[in-house]
């Protein structure tokens, strides 16, 4: 049955949802404070890099399914289910996450909501916020009671968000068990189409919702610095991680995915969710419960200082005006996204050491230039390369993966490359003539 949806926040997840939600048959409308946005949303531009986004945004801006708005009047009296997809970033200063435009939407809306209808938060938020909300809701509602709240997370990764929009892994509804209300009901009807495909459809309370999310990502970040911190272990002792990672992953209890070792995670979710989490369990009273979650951040901001230092290290100590190549910028590949880059956080405290960095990445250029203005950006990888004493391939888009080695080697002033994100191949590079240093393998 087609419904009538909003979703509040039109950011990497926001805006994907809505186009999502208008794939799956719905009318869907889009808010955001931002009018510069929106109206480049409504003219069918997606502001950031994700593909397969700008396609089904503009097939249904224009079968007239989806339209975006600033006035969050409109989309109260259009829609009967509300999502709310607006941003939790790291407050300034602090672990916790800012609940700012979490809470400024509910303060908005609610008081809007004169008929029934149920709004599915799928934000990340610290445990307990959801019945925060539901509460203030029933407060501010003129319906009162008919205003419901439920929690929905959302799992979709950056680069594969259309996917993991319209094919999720699993859907995770987090209702108040006291009080359940239409939201069950409601979420079957919006998500018949991937229930129908039998994905796993977990109804739970609202603080166990709230927690499976950050739970998950709690776990694929110390997945992530377990090997990396197994790499450092290789890395004294001559092993191979990438070789011990495919054979620990052969068990399918551990798998291997999540298992690549390189320049650690970075991005808009896994550093601030485990921060905020872990500053939650210290509100909550069992701070020691999440202690590894520190030792999992350590490991991950390491793994930079260990690429600085080895950069540091192959130009003799003194990095003053020499010439270094920085492939990526964006935090992983198919993605424009620089927040919390292991990437540019290289590029910038070589910059700062006084280095003279050149960087390209095909898609983050933009934003790291805004975010690094003293920052050499060079036009092309031919580009950054040039006269290069060493390279250090940062993030690992198809284009640097792909590089021919016996052609790079003619631009640059000394082949020395760092493979910090372990994607390229290391033997054909060595063939040619490179000193080639992978993380934790080929070390020297
Ligand atoms: C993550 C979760 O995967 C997703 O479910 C959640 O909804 C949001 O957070 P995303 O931030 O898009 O998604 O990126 P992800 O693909 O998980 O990668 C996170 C970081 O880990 C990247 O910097 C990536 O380079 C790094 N990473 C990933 C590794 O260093 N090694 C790996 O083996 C995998």
């Known amino acids: ?116 209808a149920v709004i599915l938060g799928k934000s990340t938020v610290p445990v307990g916020t959801a019945a925060r909300l539901a509460a203030r809701v029933r407060e501010l509602a003129p319906v009162g009671d008919d205003a419901q709240l439920g929690w929905n997370p959302e799992f979709l990764r950056e680069g594969f968000a259309v996917e993991d929009t319209l ?27 991937a229930i129908s495909r039998e994905t796993p459809f977990l109804v739970t309370d609202l603080a ?3 927690l499976v999310k950050v739970s998950a990502n709690a776990f694929l970040a110390t997945k992530i610095s377990f090997i990396n911190a197994i790499a450092e272990v290789c890395e004294v002792t001559g092993a191979d991680v990438t070789e011990l990672a495919d054979a620990i992953g052969h068990d399918a209890r551990i798998g291997r995915k999540f298992l690549g070792a390189g320049l650690g995670f970075g991005g808009g979710c896994l550093p601030k969710d485990i921060r905020a989490f872990m500053a939650r369990a210290g509100e909550l009273g069992v701070d020691q419960a999440l202690t590894f979650l520190r030792e999992v951040d350590d490991v991950n901001l390491r793994r930079r200082q260990h690429v600085v230092s080895l950069v540091k290290r192959e130009l003799g100590g003194a990095p003053l005006s020499r010439r270094v190549a920085v492939l990526g910028a964006a935090f992983k590949p198919e993605s424009d996204d620089i927040r919390d880059s292991p990437a540019l ?68 002033a000394n082949k020395v490359v760092i493979d910090a994100r372990n994607c390229l191949p290391a033997d054909s590079w060595l063939d040619a003539g490179w000193r080639y240093i992978g993380m934790g393998r080929y070390s020297s």
């Open 1 to 116: 049955m087609t419904m009538r949806i909003s979703v509040f926040g039109t950011g990497y997840l926001g805006a994907t949802h809505a186009a999502g939600m208008a794939e799956l048959g719905h009318e869907v409308i889009g808010v955001d404070i931002d009018p510069a946005k929106i109206e480049r949303l409504q003219r069918g531009e997606v502001p950031f890099y994700e593909p397969g986004l700008p396609e089904l945004l503009r097939k249904h801006v224009d079968s007239g399914r989806l339209r975006f708005t600033t006035d969050a009047a409109e989309a109260a009296s259009f829609a009967d289910v509300h999502f709310i997809g607006v941003g939790t970033p790291q407050k300034k200063g602090s672990y916790a996450a800012d609940m700012t435009f979490v809470d400024s939407v509910i303060e908005t809306l609610a008081p809007l909501l004169i008929r029934p």
């Open 167 to 193: 094919r999720p892994d699993r859907l995770v509804i987090g209702v108040d068990k006291d009080r359940p209300g239409r939201i069950e009901e409601v979420a079957r009807e919006v998500y018949a189409d």
């Open 208 to 210: 166990t919702a709230e």
């Open 345 to 412: 956080d290289v590029a910038g405290q070589l910059h700062l050491a006084g280095a003279d960095v050149r960087v390209f990445d095909p898609e983050a250029m933009a934003n790291a230039a805004a975010v690094w203005p003293t920052i050499t950006f060079a036009e092309s990888t031919a580009a950054a390369i040039a006269d290069a004493e060493i390279v250090v391939v940062a993030t690992e888009w198809k284009e640097f993966r792909g590089l021919d080695p016996h052609a790079v080697g003619e631009a640059v």
